[in-house]
T-cell receptor, first 114, second 119 residues
């Protein structure tokens, strides 16, 4: 069965610190997709990244970077030099090959203090 | 592009009232739409999947008579919470999947959610 685990319920950092949000997944599918979403207090889901199971390249986008490791079934997200505006709940999600069903992790609440 | 509009954004009503939430894809056709529920400080849980012109498929434990879903056109799906009670208070989010997507980075586009409070 598919499952996404975000073990960190809440993380607090001081501005400019680096922070890594962990995501571990389980699936029996050979082809699958992983996502990260940001949910600010207003509630909307902001898409951050999608990674395909057959593409293990890590990705960097500005202060954001993602480390995908199939060997450990992990898809971790690092924010470098965090800012107050990064404060939000971050969800990791797994989708099957047909994209119909998304399995969301429980989310990690990130508090970035000035 | 690929905007999903959800309305209303917030609703407060009395117990026993039925509430309708709309989900519209503004600039694309959505053959499939999804409805999620999120309780405070919890994750999003898929409630049902609706395909245009056919009956919705509900996830285990979701009462189809309680949560009526209609997907009458390629751009509109509605969720009606019938005879709502305080335990139905939650954040409801819809998403829409573009016709033929699989290449797009975002296979599902999410609405901004509806915060439902039943008194």
């Amino acid at each position: 069965a598919q499952k996404v685990t975000q073990a960190q319920t809440e993380i607090s950092v001081v501005e400019k610190e680096d922070v890594t949000l962990d995501c571990v997944y389980e699936t029996r599918d050979t082809t699958y997709y992983l996502f990260w979403y940001k949910q600010p207090p207003s509630g909307e889901l902001v898409f951050l990244i999608r990674r395909n199971s057959f593409d293990e390249q890590n990705e960097i986008s500005g202060r954001y970077s993602w480390n995908f490791q199939k060997s450990t079934s992990s898809f971790n997200f690092t924010i470098t030099a965090s800012q107050v505006v990064d404060s939000a709940v971050y969800f990791c999600a797994l989708s099957e090959n047909n994209f119909n069903k998304f399995y969301f992790g429980s989310g990690t609440k990130l508090n970035v203090k000035p | 592009g690929a905007v999903v509009s959800q309305h209303p954004s917030r609703v407060i009503c009395k117990s026993g009232t039925s509430v309708k939430i709309e989900c519209r894809s503004l600039d694309f056709q959505a053959t499939t739409m999804f409805w999620y529920r999120q309780f405070p400080k919890q994750s999003l849980m898929l409630m049902a999947t609706s395909n245009e012109g056919s009956k919705a498929t509900y996830e285990q434990g979701v009462e189809k008579d309680k949560f009526l879903i209609n997907h009458a056109s390629l751009t509109l799906s509605t969720l009606t919470v019938t005879s709502a009670h305080p335990e139905d208070s939650s954040f409801y989010i819809c998403s829409a999947r573009e016709r033929g997507t699989g290449i797009s980075n975002q296979p599902q586009h999410f609405g901004d959610g509806t915060r439902l409070s039943i008194l």
